[in-house]
Structures are given as C-alpha cells and as structure tokens.
C-alpha cells in the first residue's frame, strides 16, 4: 500500500475495522455496507490472485469512493468565472495505491455507489458526476449515519445529474427570461440608479420557484423569505408577484400616497402574497422587510416563520420554512449567522430548518473573497449543526433546480438547516454606480465577456431541439413589450403605496394617536380571579418531588398574599396569569428567564433528582392561552431579532425578550436602532415586542449598572416606543396588562429593578391589582401641597432612597415625585403636579445617573414649563464606580443636596431664581460636582 497516501492509510483502516465488524455480526453495520462485503466474499472464491491483494485492492477502491464522498467538493467545476484554487492530495487513483494498470479491473466495491461490480474506470467515472461536477457536495461530516446514507442514496444512483422534461426546461428557461430580462430592462430605463442587480446570480429566481413547488407538493402552505438588497427587486417583481407597475413607480415617485410612514430605498421593502402553485394549492409568501444592515433580518425572519408554526399550524414544522438568502461575504462575516445557526435546533427556537441560499458574487463590496475569510468556504458554519452543503455552478441552472429540490427534501426529513452555495459573479459593482475594475481588474474582463444564464440556457435548448431561435428571441421581446407598458402605467401617478407587511395578522390594530397617551385604561382583575391564580401557582403537584427551597419560596408567596404584601415577581406571575385566562399568549425569553438573573422569577420549578421542570402557569385552567419560557443561548442580537419577529407575527401574544443586565442590550443595539425603534415609520410595521432591561446604581460597577435609558429616549419620537421605568409592583402589573388590551400594539421598554425586588417598601396590595391603571405618574402621597417648598422629580430606584432620606430626616416641606412612564412624556400630569404644588420655589430633577446620561436631558428639551435643577453624579464617560464606596459616597451627595439646609441666599443660588452671580448651566454643573 502506498504510505504517503493518508486518505488510503486512514480509510483502509476504518473499512478494515467495518469488516471485521461484519465478520462477527453482519447486522452490526450498514446495509450498503453489507452488501458490498457479501459480494466481495463472493468474488475471493473465484479469483486468481492471491486473497491478500484482492483484499488489498478492494480496500483501495473503497477508500478511494469514501476520498471522493468526502473531498469531491473541492474538485469541482462549479466557478464560472474563476479557476479555482488547488487543493493537495488530488483524488488521483495513485492517491489510493491504485494505478492505471488497474482501471480495467472489475471491483466489487462498485456495489457501494450503486453501480454493481464495475471497472475502475467506470467507478471514477461515476464518482466524477456524482461529485465533481456542477454540484459540490459536504455532507460525511454530518454523522448521522442515516443522514448520510440519505444523503449518498439519492445522489449516487442519478450521479447527482438532473433529469427534467421538455415541459419543465420550457418553465425554467421561462423564470431566467423573467430574471434577466428584469434586471437589463432596469439597467436600460433607469440608467445609474441603484437598484443592486441580482445579475450573475440570474438562477436564484428559478431556484427559488422551484424549492416553492417542491415545498407545496411536501406540505408546505407558508415560506418566510429574509434576505437583504441585492436581487430583492427581482425577488419582490418574479417571485413575491409585486406588480412591475409599482416597482417602476418607487424608481421616479415623489410621495408616499399613505401617512402609514416615512418609507425606506425600494430595495428594503418587505411584501406578502398568495400565490396557487403548480398543483393548485395556496402558498403564503412573506419578505420581510431588511436594513441595510446586513443578516440583521435573519433572526427576525425566523421568529416571523416560528410564530406562524406555533399559532396557525399547532407547531407543525411541516408546514412553515423559512429561506434566508445570504451574501458571501456577510455569512462569512456578520456574527447573527453563527447566532441564528446556534438557534436553530433548540428547542426555544427551532423552526423545523432552514433553506439558505448564499448568492456568492466572490467579493464583497471591493473586498476579495481571500480577504474575506478565514475559512475554506463561505458556508462554514453549516457544519456547527452538521448541515449538508452544497456548492452548485450558478450559471448551470438545472444543477441548482436539482440541488435546492433535493434540499427541501432533506428539510422535511430531518428538520434540519440546509445551506445551498450558488457560485457566481457579480455583473456590475456593489452598486450600479460603482467602478469595479479600480479593485478587480482580472475578474471583471472575464465577467464583461461571460454571457448570462438566460443565453446560456436558451443556447442549449436551441441545440436540444426545445426552443428555435426565433421562438427565444420573440419571447424575450414580449416580455420587453409588457415592461414598457407598465413603466408607462407607473408615468400615470407621482405617489408611491407602501403596503402594511403581515397585513391580514394585524386587521383588528390600529395605528396610535396622541390623545392615547393621555391617560390609561383600567386594567385591573377581580380579587377572586388573582387570588385563584395566586393558589394555583404557588401549589405544587402532589406527585412530583421538588427541590426543598423552592417550598420555602411558596411558602413566602403565600403569605404575601395573606399578609397583602405582594413583591415584584408575584405581582408579574400574576400579571401573566390574568392574561392567560383571557386567552393572551405569553412567551418569554432571555438569559437566565426562568429563574430570573436575580433569582426572583422561578416560573419553571426542577424536579429533584432530574431535568424534567414543572411550569405553573401552564396549568391554571384546560382552556387558558399558551405560556412559553425559555433560557436563551447566550446572545442579544439573535434573540432579540427572533422575538421581534415573533411578535410582528403574533400580535396577539405577550412577547418579552429580557437582558441578564439592560446594560448588554446594546449588544443587540441594530434590532433597537433598524427595527424596534423605527420600522413604523419606515414600513408601516407596528410591534408590540417588550424588552426587560434590569437598571439600577447599586455599585456593581459600569456594566451592571445602566440600560442606558438616554439612548432610548434619543431614539423616541412620534409615539413610537413606550418606555417606563416603575417603582411598584401593582404599576408593572398594569403595564404589562395594558400593553395587550390597548388596540394597537407599540414596542415596550421596560427599565426593570434589581434591587428592588426584594426592598421591603417595593410591595403592592392586592387592592392595587384589582382596580385602576398603569399611573404614568404618581403623586407624593404623604405631601401636603400647601407645605411644600422643593418638588423633586425623579424616576426609578433613586425614590426610594429619597423617600428614606426625607423620613430619616423629617423634612415635610418636599414632594417627591415618581414619572413612570418617560416616552411618551407624561407632560399634562407633570404640569397638574406643578400646579397642585404652586407654593414650591425649588423645581429638581434628581437622578442616579451621570449628568450627561440617564433621562436630564431629554427632560431638558420636552419640559421647559418650570426651570429644573439637575441633582445627579457628574458627568462622566463610563455608566458607574467600579467601587461600591465611591458610589455610596455619590449616591450620598445626591441624596445631601436634595434636601440641603441653606440660608436665604444659598436657597436663591440653588433655586433656580434668578440670581446675578450664577446661570442656572452653572447651577447645574455645580449641583453635580
């Protein structure tokens, strides 16, 4: 045997091991396996060479199959415009200690690719179709035996060669006349417009037509598509049927015909169809509308085609599958693709598997492909969750019909992701007024001389006998002639129509208006009902054996309800479960969710001496709405994206993400910024998606401390976000309960506490829960107007420290003043609470965070009524102290200064009055030293 060969050495050992396997217990491996060793029994008894170096040689030949299963992809002819890069040992039969004396031989190892005992020749002849041709294949590494003998099943006995009739070439040449007769229409009427040309990738239109039908003949009723700018055009005119008409007019319209929003770029819009597939059954198509910011919109395509399983098909993967569609370049670089990919088979988040398509242009924007990755290909990370791969020629477009039909397949057998490489080029630069050749040279004079897939194809069923000449050149001018017609149709009107994505899911929301912030509905629930739902919850079946704590821990509600002191965490169990009776879905999910980061949650109680866990409040009635929690992998981005989907999917459901600290949220900082904040007034979309980020100064240094509330309220503008910061349970309780009875639906941002979940004075009365409403402000109850002299202003934890500090020191002339809800601004009640306290010559704004941080100077710009004294920590570049001292002694000035005992002229230089010696800039910046 040939020792430098370690593809022979190290596959004639596994196979050796396989038989003496068999030799003991033939069921012991695989049929394919066993017939090959059968045979090759057979066959010692009848040759003429000694049995060793039969034996030998079969093993050879063996090794030489399993070479070209596992490393055929890197041989293949799958670039159309690039020779590809070497790769060392080649699959050469002197590789396997075989040579060209052999070729005539007849091996028996043939029987283990389908083909009976075969010559040499013959058996690399086969390998070389099946394996090196216009398809790739990665797939031995997946594990699975059954998998994998899936995998080798259907692709050796066809030798990975696509099979279509006459009729179904007609329908494939028809979608590339539809691709490429777009995009050059395009290229001529809009001349320099960015329109990111799907040209070089031209199959992904026949592609994606194809896996559609294959889909609908699998069960498949919905596909949820995420993709990003380039081809989306093509995509939304030739596969989500948008009119031609309407694309045209997005390229010379002035306005948008609805106030539903400012709109976006053409080529970020997301659109919803129906459309009847080949054999007469509906299919729902939905694009979900993407930034520019690249596989941002995977997660949340995700979530989207997840929440549709879960609430229109009872959780039945068969019959929802979402396509991402991926660059090059982004798959190899943006971080959310690991994400998503370590996502995909948990069981919080799996979708039944993912079909994605990666449109490899080789280069990223003026980035060579070798510069764009460490890895051997783009794809990867598929091997994260041992998906198959395959890397398919582009410009051969039944190798890529063939290819994705055969991915659906495996999608619906396995559940499993699916990653398809089409290798192709990209016809012009990033955009289409963008100079290539400054970077590119080389590559882009052999793209400039290459035909496109369309004449390719038509070439070839010219020579087949299916189409004349004359017959492509006629269809092609037709379709010119319907292009011009509805350009001219676009001329007619100077608007463009934004159509609200998901639309049917959203019929009974409307859009907010400014008088619904004026005030809260009720949203309280009868005493009867919490309190059957604080038994419920609180009461373990008497069947299952717990951890001993965690009867203590109900012990403790229990008598919070009897003493009527209920915390944080019974006041938001119960806020869920009031819900649920109502037939509101609930699904939370976040690091550490279960339990709580802080230990104070626990809806999921483990059983002793197991994993099996008990969820109390999916057992509190047979007919109740569904209750999800789930610990999340450790990400932001991801699993934010994902339940922003889920929510724009289910606008019906209580949809939660929670950070482990608010501070990690800026980790996910593209879904806040592209999605959550703005998507209503770019694409019309509302959401009702909450995100509890825990946010407190209790000195556990500068990423622990702050979910930077001020980027938040920078971010906030026309009612497009809510953002509360609470002090008492029986507040969450409404917040949380307002946020689904209100009819239209807006992201919640929810500054959760820490320490306060467990302070003694942060308790509601039951009373509280079943009367009255989310206060957006509230009063100082123990103040008596006509005493008061300062009223200070604040928001969160820092109350109760304030409220201790007044006590302790026996100061009645303050009120203190609690704004829970900080966007919408609660103005009208702040300017009530002013007039209330007309007596007052002191007006402070006082806060836990640094000057130039927290809510100071948003306050500064919506609230100009009174002149507001900023009492905080000095400003400052990081959140917070790494030092528990220097943070109590801040927390102590603010505290000191609040409350401050001054003569009369002190009280004019911090008053606010006005006083020749000081500006109130330089009041402030005093205040906070």
Known sequence: MNKNSYIGNADSAYIESLYNNYQKDPSSVEESWRKFFEGFEFALNFQDKPRDETFDKEFRVIALIEGYRQ?????????????????????????????????????????????????????????????????????????????????????EPVKNTPRFTSEEKRHIYHQLKLAVGFEQFIHRKFVGQKRFSLEGNDTLIPALDAVIEKGSDMGIEEFVVGMAHRGRLNVLANIMQKSYQDIFSEFSAKQYNEEIALGDVKYHLGHNSTIIADNGKKIGLSLVPNPSHLEAVDPVALGIARAKAVQKHNGDYNRVAPILIHGDAAIAGQGVVYEVIQMSELNGYKTGGTIHLVLNNQVGFTTNYLDARSSTYSTDVAKVTKSPVFHVNGDDVEAVIYTIKLAMEYRQAFHSDVFIDILGYRRYGHNEGDEPRFTQPLLYKQISKHPNARDIYSEKLIEQGIFSKDEITQKERDFNELLDEKLKKSKEGTTVKIVQFLKDDWQKYRYSRNQDFNSSSKTGVLRETLLEIGRKINTLPEDKSFFSKINKLLADRNKMIRTN?????????????SLLLEGFPVRISGQDSERGTFSHRHAAYVLEDSDEKYFPLKHLSEDQAKFHIFNSPLNEYGVMGFEYGYAMAAPDTLTIWEAQFGDFNNVAQVIIDQYISSAEEKWGLMNGLVLYLPHGYEGQGPEHSSARIERFLTLSANNNMLLVNCTTPANFFHVLRRQMHQPFRLPLVVFTPKSLLRHPECVSGIEELTSGSFRELIDDERAVAEDVRQVVFTSGRLYYDLAKKREESGISDTAIIRIEQLYPFPAEQMRSVIKKYSAAERHVWAQDEPANMGAWSYIQRVFKDVQLLLISRPESGSPASGLLELHKKRLSKILEKVFMECDCELKRKYCGQECGKFSMRELNREMAR
């Open 565 to 577: 002191k209920l915390d944080w965490a019974l006041a938001e169990l119960l806020a869920y479960g």
């Open 71 to 155: 490393r055929g992809h890197l041989f293949t002819k799958t670039n159309p415009v690039r020779t590809r890069r070497q790769y060392f040992p080649s699959l050469d039969i002197e590789n396997f200690g075989l040579g060209r004396e052999d070729v005539e031989t007849v091996f028996q190892a043939g029987k283990n690719i389908g083909i009976g005992p075969a010559k040499l020749k013959e058996i690399v002849a086969h390998l070389q179709q099946t394996y090196c041709g216009s398809v790739g294949v990665e797939f031995m590494f997946i594990r699975v035996p059954e998998r994998i003998k899936w995998m080798k099943d259907k692709m």
